[in-house]
């Protein structure tokens, strides 16, 4: 019989735990890397009540800048929260992190529907010049519980091994009512709404099999931004489960380009 962790990427070595009682809960972040001057930090926002499934991407991020997993109230190892929240209340969470931890400019990100949670936090806020959205959600070919469930099925042929197994514990700590609440209030929430009204430059990251959200869409969200990107990848929707490194170099690059823009004076490419 094969090993738990048989089919599990590896995780950082080492991760510094914090937390920050917000507005609406207590909050985990996990952080690997190093500070280097001139670099901007990652700020990155955990998926649909799951968290653990980012670590090794975060550890990616971690080679070049100092990164951050957040986890939002109700979710993975934060608290619970005085009621069940929507996403805007989670980009209200976000935001207010954000500014407790005053950690200058970030590069804010998503993957899944915490592109949502990102969009909503990013929005006015003076520490995000730049945020990149990952395999953003919900298409939408794909609002509503059925047809969200069936595109979710059907990118789950496409994911690697030991991803579900990954999630399971999280699952069960957030528990089935709270899961469906949370997948409610994303499939009402149009990410298209908040990504218009964004003024910061903005990248969008998909893997090429993924099958919950479409490229048309995702090609249409890069294009509501003046400064918007878009970029495809290897793999399905949890493409950072399956190769960490896949959106280290764009989101390098595009940490690089922003840099530049605000006239750092940066010379050569970012550590890494």
Avoid: N
């Avoid at 990248?203 to 249409?220: E, F, K, N, P």
């Avoid at 989101?251 to 550590?271: I, K, S, T, Y």
């Amino acid at each position: 019989m094969g090993s738990r962790h048989e089919h599990r990427p590896p995780f950082p070595e080492r991760t510094v735990t914090a937390y920050h009682d917000g507005v609406l809960g207590r909050m985990r972040s996990r952080a690997v890397g190093d500070v280097h001057p001139g670099t901007p930090e990652v700020v990155l926002v955990q998926g649909m009540a799951v968290s653990d499934y980012l670590l090794p991407g975060l550890a990616a991020f971690g080679r070049w800048t100092r990164a951050h997993l957040v986890e939002l109230p109700g979710f993975a190892g934060s608290g619970d929260p005085p009621h069940e929240l929507d996403v805007p209340e989670f980009g209200r969470c976000v935001a207010d992190w954000l500014s407790a931890r005053a950690l200058g400019p970030v590069i804010l990100a998503g993957h899944s529907s915490g592109t949502q949670v990102a969009a909503r936090a990013a929005l006015g806020h003076p520490d995000v010049p730049g945020i990149v959205l990952a395999s953003p959600t919900v298409d939408p070919m794909a609002r509503g519980y059925v047809r969200l469930l069936v595109h979710w099925q059907l990118d789950g042929r496409r994911e690697p091994p030991g991803l579900s197994e990954s999630h399971r514990p999280e699952w069960k700590r957030a528990g089935l009512r709270r899961l469906l609440h949370t997948a409610r209030v994303h499939i009402d929430d149009a990410l298209e709404d908040s990504v218009g009204r964004l003024q910061v430059p903005l990248l969008i990251v998909r893997g090429r099999d993924d099958r919950i959200g479409t490229a048309g869409w995702a090609r249409h969200l890069a294009g509501l931004v003046p400064d918007g990107e878009y970029v495809e990848v290897a793999g399905a929707h949890t493409f950072p489960w399956l190769d960490p490194e896949a959106w280290s170099d764009p989101v390098r690059g595009f940490a690089q380009r922003l840099v530049a823009e605000d006239g750092g004076g940066r010379q050569g490419p970012l550590p890494g």
